[in-house]
């Protein structure tokens, strides 16, 4: 097959004017123009017409668990509060709650043209339940915070549900919410499989209070719930970490919003992993600029994710983009579409399979209309709002819109 359209985006090199995609399979075997793509391919072609085509999205931060708390929590005064309302309103729901929940942020993410997901959930024994419609790492979230004692069986417990899936990997919670034991857990396994991993650090100042200064919203909240707080008081929330636990390529870290000087000091000397920034989740729970001049100048893969819909509208990549544009006009928009590609099949262990058009990268393609009021491509593309009218999965067409 070949799918010609008005212009390729390949996201290695320059995009491509009247260009051509063959594929063979679920795999890409050539992009360049059309009329050189055509001469030495033959079989159907499939005219796209006056579209951008370019590489499906990647979202490396996702909690599809809470699609159904769209819009029923308003902006907290405190993270504690944010937290406590999010466990009031779980309160109620039932595991068919959840399954439902799932299909409908899956049907949702794919509409806004995301090919790829990292869901977090912490219910993996509903993954067998769900047939899922793109590319999904299931990450199973894990807390022990009430039941330090049964770390270890919590997390074997999830792996055993995980491993229905085709990709999976764990997700100790946090520092505040999971245990030195569930983290050591976590990574033994993970090293066993080849297994990705993922947490939250450092994502609110009530985080930073609470393990640096041994006070605050979160310190009272996690103290009334019976964790032992000795641990508190000493330093940052990313020292209590790397201090504990080896942080190296294999983990994704969510959020990173709260970071002091001596943080960077000790990032310059530590391992590169990854790390999720979630625009518009910041932008709602009102946190402390993301600093991605400094995390990038130390070699860090910065992607993004949309995080979960108790602290966003929508699970659009698309929206998140606009939105750290917003924020960093001085960022290029072709640097911000690839947090939402390169990066994020980076931080998936994908590099060479997924986020870029080339040969023997899965064909995983998205395509919208083409604007032709501005100039920059790339700033075209971050500016489209609305569903993704076409995409290709895996070799195989579909009609989104």
């Known amino acids: 097959m070949i799918i010609r359209s008005r212009i390729v985006v390949p996201m290695v090199g320059g995009p491509i004017e009247n260009g051509a ?5 679920n795999k890409i075997v050539e992009v360049a123009r059309f009329e050189e793509v055509k001469a030495r391919h033959s079989g159907e072609v499939f005219d796209l017409g006056e579209r951008v085509l370019l590489p499906g999205l990647i979202n490396a931060h996702c909690h599809l668990d809470y699609t159904m708390l769209r819009g ?25 709650d ?14 806004f043209g995301t090919t790829t997901i990292a869901n977090l959930t912490a219910f993996p024994e509903l993954i067998a339940e769900i047939n899922e419609p793109i590319r999904t790492w299931w990450f199973g979230e894990l807390i022990d915070v009430r039941t330090p004692d049964r770390a270890e069986s919590i997390v ?4 055993e549900s995980l491993k229905s899936a085709k990709h999976w990997g764990l997700a100790p919670h946090a520092p505040f919410t999971a245990s030195a034991r569930l983290y050591a857990r976590c990574e033994e396994i993970a090293r066993r499989e080849n297994a990705r991993l993922t947490t939250h650090l450092a994502e609110s100042h009530e985080e930073m209070q609470m393990f640096r200064d041994g006070n605050g919203p979160a310190f009272e909240f996690l103290k009334s719930i019976g964790r032992p707080m000795d641990d508190c008081g000493n330093e940052t929330p990313l020292s209590f970490l790397i201090r504990r636990q080896e942080i190296d390529e294999r983990w994704i870290i969510a959020h990173l919003n709260e970071l002091t000087d001596s943080d960077f000091d000790l990032l310059a000397r530590a391992a590169k992993f990854h790390i999720a920034h979630c625009p518009r989740s910041h932008t709602f729970l009102g946190h402390a600029p993301f600093n991605l001049k400094k995390l990038r100048a130390l070699g860090f893969n910065v992607c993004l994710g949309t995080d979960s819909l108790a602290s966003n509208s929508s699970l659009s990549l698309l929206s ?15 640097e911000i579409l690839e947090m939402a590609t390169v990066h994020g099949a980076r931080a998936l262990g994908q590099a060479e399979a997924l986020g870029i058009i080339a040969p023997g990268f899965f064909a995983d393609l998205i395509a919208i209309p083409f604007a032709q009021s501005r100039a920059d491509i790339f700033d075209a593309i971050i500016a489209f709002e609305g569903q993704v009218p076409w995409m290709m999965l895996d070799g195989r067409a579909l009609n989104l819109a």
């Open 156 to 159: 074997d417990l999830a792996v």
């Open 21 to 25: 995609v063959a594929i063979a399979g």
């Open 98 to 111: 959840y399954v439902a929940s799932i299909k409908e942020g899956f049907v949702e993410a794919q509409g």
């Open 72 to 96: 029923k929590i308003p902006p907290p005064s405190s993270f504690a509060d944010w937290i406590q309302a999010i466990n009031a309103e779980k309160a109620s729901l039932s595991a068919k």
């Open 320 to 334: 998140e983009m606009r939105e750290f544009q917003r924020k960093a006009p001085e960022v290029a928009p072709r």
